[in-house]
């Protein structure tokens, strides 16, 4: 049975049973013999039976061919001697996909052991686990930050931090928090982040944690050059002149002693000019003083539902009186549907009040326009209740020497004003766990300050 073609091969076997059913009939009807009738269907049967081997031989081929694939087993390779053309065509097609596989297979481990590798270079901590919590993934970063090799489960992590392990799992996908821990005695400030995701059906948390005291101390340091610069400018103008009055009216008194004559009426009034001054920028500096002290005892938020509609509306009735001897524009685009903000809503009012005196001062009369938008952050975040506050004015923007120190306190390019507006809005924004930020553009002249606000604080 060595033909080269699969056809053959049946025709051959099929003519064999087709001799034999021959031979049975004749011995059954002409020449009864029971001996000879027994091999014959003996051999009838045998020949079925091999016939029905051979032809599932091919689907036996292919069943082997996807329960490799199945098994991720590639090494697999089919032969079609003795089969004929058309199996020679069909395991060439098994043998080509094996070998795609093969290629698909060394380039996903070569992708993957180029992301461990990476990830194993970065310097954040990155941590992954199921929902089961057993970790499939512990970066170097993160194992140096713990002092712990071996990470198996995230109870591992509970044992070293239960303040870190609880961060972990009461975190959303997408959030991040600020966070102070101690871990094996040292105290570290560290920056979560959670992503969620499913692979292959099973949802992964993947994690990063990031040691950031090293960055704070630097930042806590540029922060506090800048305020100690604002601060000396500040005191420095004030005391310079209170100085030097000081000295020339003491000179007064001193030569009137030394002369046993009494103070002309020149020399008096000089003295009480002199005297005025120094009150005068005494006082200045003492609002200066006030002003420090308010803008360090911010009190905490009082968060609470606020109707956004009337919110805003009544905003509105408090800043468009201002604007009537100006014929300054006011606009205010809200969603038109009805929406909460989770605030405190004095000191949202405050706030925003701020930013819309200081539109209000950037602008011309006439020529002023102001807005005021509230938005929802995104589609993907309606149910969170994320909103954006904008307002824009037209005001010239700000110049580019000035930009990165508007939110520093006392910093002030007014001739009157403490220089904590700003500031303070800030403050106010971030105790809501919000944002704040600025875009502006002088050819445009227009300036756009942005109030992003979570759905609860």
């Avoid at 995701?197 to 960055?215: A, M, N, P, Y």
Wanted: aromatic share 10%; no cysteine.
């Amino acid at each position: 049975m060595n033909s080269k073609h699969f056809q053959f091969q049946i025709i051959v076997r099929l003519l064999l049973i087709t001799v034999g059913l021959g031979f049975l009939l004749f011995y059954i009807f002409e020449d009864l013999n029971y001996i000879r009738l027994f091999f014959i269907v003996i051999f009838i049967l045998s020949a079925l039976i091999e016939l029905f081997y051979y032809i599932n031989r091919s689907n036996r081929d292919t069943k082997n061919f996807l329960e490799a694939i199945l098994h991720n087993d590639f090494t697999l390779k089919y032969s079609a001697h003795h089969k004929g053309k058309s199996f020679g065509l069909l395991y060439d097609s098994f043998n080509l996909v094996n070998q795609k596989f093969i290629v698909a297979s060394q380039r996903e481990a070569n992708e993957y052991q180029y992301l461990s590798v990476l990830v194993q270079q970065l310097e954040i901590g990155v941590l992954s686990f199921d929902e089961k919590k057993r970790i499939h993934l512990a970066n170097k970063a993160l194992k140096q930050l713990l002092g712990k090799e071996e990470l198996i489960t995230l109870n591992s992590i509970k044992t070293i931090s239960s303040t870190l392990y609880d961060s972990i799992l009461q975190l959303e996908s997408g959030q991040s928090e600020l966070l102070k821990v101690t871990i094996h005695g040292r105290e570290f400030q560290l920056s979560i982040k959670v992503s969620i995701f499913k692979l292959r059906g099973i949802k992964f948390t993947l994690v990063s944690i990031h040691d950031i005291h090293t960055e704070l101390d630097n930042n806590e340091m540029l922060a506090w050059q800048k305020l100690i610069r604002v601060l000396t400018h500040e005191i420095m103008n004030s005391v310079a002149p209170i100085t030097s009055l000081s000295s020339t009216l003491n000179h007064f008194v001193s030569q009137s002693r030394a002369s046993g004559q009494d103070l002309t009426e020149a020399q008096l009034q000089s003295l009480q000019e002199g005297l005025d001054a120094i009150q005068h920028r005494s006082g200045g500096l003492m609002t200066f003083t006030e002003a420090y002290r308010s803008l360090t005892r911010v009190p905490l938020p009082h968060v609470k539902p606020v109707e956004g509609l009337l919110y805003f509306q009544r905003i509105a009735s408090l800043f468009k009186p201002t604007l009537v001897h100006s014929n300054i524009q006011f606009h205010m685009e809200l969603p038109k549907e009805t929406f909460t903000l989770h605030i405190d809503p004095d000191l949202m009012e405050q706030a925003l009040i701020n930013l819309l005196k200081n539109a209000k001062e950037a602008v011309e009369a006439n020529t002023g326009i102001i807005r005021l938008v509230v938005k929802r952050s995104s589609p993907l975040e309606e149910k969170s209740g994320s909103f954006q506050i904008s307002i824009t004015d037209n005001g010239g923007g700000i110049p580019e020497e000035i930009q990165e120190n508007i939110f520093i306190p006392f910093y002030t390019t007014k001739s009157s004003g403490s220089g904590v507006g700003l500031s303070l809005v800030k403050q106010i924004v971030q105790a809501h766990k919000g944002e704040i930020g600025f875009t502006t553009d002088q050819s445009k002249g227009t300036t756009e300050f942005t109030i992003k606000l979570a759905g609860s604080v």
